[in-house]
T-cell receptor, first 115, second 113 residues
Framework: NAGVMQNPRHLVRRRGQEARLRCSPM?????VYWYRQLPEEGLKFMVY????????ESGMPKERFSAEFPKEGPSILRIQQVVRGDSAAYFC?????????????FGPGTRLTVT | GNSVTQMEGPVTLSEEAFLTINCTYT??????LFWYVQYPGEGLQLLLK?????DKGSNKGFEATYRKETTSFHLEKGSVQVSDSAVYFC????????????FGAGTRLTVKP
């Protein structure tokens, strides 16, 4: 059973460009979470999605950031008009159910560098 | 709201030393508790978990006991190895609904030979 897949692993964008990060959850998992990790810092929750629904986006910046988890295909985190402060590692996690005793399974992350 | 507090790092130990990383939590009910480990350049991996009071989670020589009376879930290992060098995150999750997983800030462990 393949784990959580993320691509690309490394992404370099110039200021003002768009960054598109992909996440394929583990097989059988319908709950997806996105986190951001700045260098030498902890995880910051961004958004929680189920298929075709955003459940909790309380950690997502109001502008330039959006996320989706379509009926078919991977979850996408999109960052428009990137700025240097967006440089970070972005991790996706998935779980079979949300909360309680269910742990989240993490992907290897996408490291975004904005030049 | 729910939260997790971990001891600040970095922690530097010699090989075969005893490790304790403190973790305390605040929750309104009865959360499940987790320790995750992050090796350099990788994502987080679940190390162990405990789902109710007095449960002990264990894996790869690491242990943590869910102490409801002290709201703690301290991570311990009797003899660390260089390969244990990583960042360790304590986390809790209480109920379904919005994303309820809360992570501590992480503690960086370096083990020297």
């Amino acid at each position: 059973n393949a784990g959580v897949m993320q691509n690309p692993r490394h992404l370099v964008r110039r200021r003002g460009q768009e960054a598109r990060l992909r996440c394929s959850p583990m097989k059988g998992h319908s709950h997806v979470y996105w986190y951001r990790q700045l260098p030498e810092e902890g995880l910051k929750f961004m958004v929680y999605l189920q298929k075709e629904n955003i459940i909790d986006e309380s950690g997502m910046p109001k502008e330039r950031f959006s996320a989706e988890f379509p009926k078919e295909g991977p979850s996408i985190l999109r960052i428009q008009q990137v700025v240097r402060g967006d440089s970070a590692a972005y991790f996706c996690a998935s779980s079979p159910e949300n909360g309680g005793t269910y742990e989240q399974y993490f992907g290897p992350g996408t490291r975004l560098t904005v030049t | 709201g729910n939260s997790v507090t971990q001891m600040e790092g970095p922690v530097t130990l010699s090989e075969e030393a005893f490790l304790t990383i403190n973790c305390t939590y605040t929750a309104t009910g009865y959360p499940s508790l987790f320790w995750y480990v992050q090796y350099p350049g990788e994502g987080l991996q679940l190390l162990l978990k405990a789902t109710k009071a007095d449960d002990k989670g264990s894996n790869k020589g690491f242990e943590a006991t869910y102490r409801k009376e002290t709201t703690s879930f301290h991570l311990e290992k009797g003899s660390v190895q260089v390969s244990d060098s990583a960042v360790y995150f304590c986390a809790l999750s209480e109920r379904a609904g919005n994303n309820d997983m809360r992570f501590g800030a992480g503690t960086r462990l370096t083990v020297k030979p």
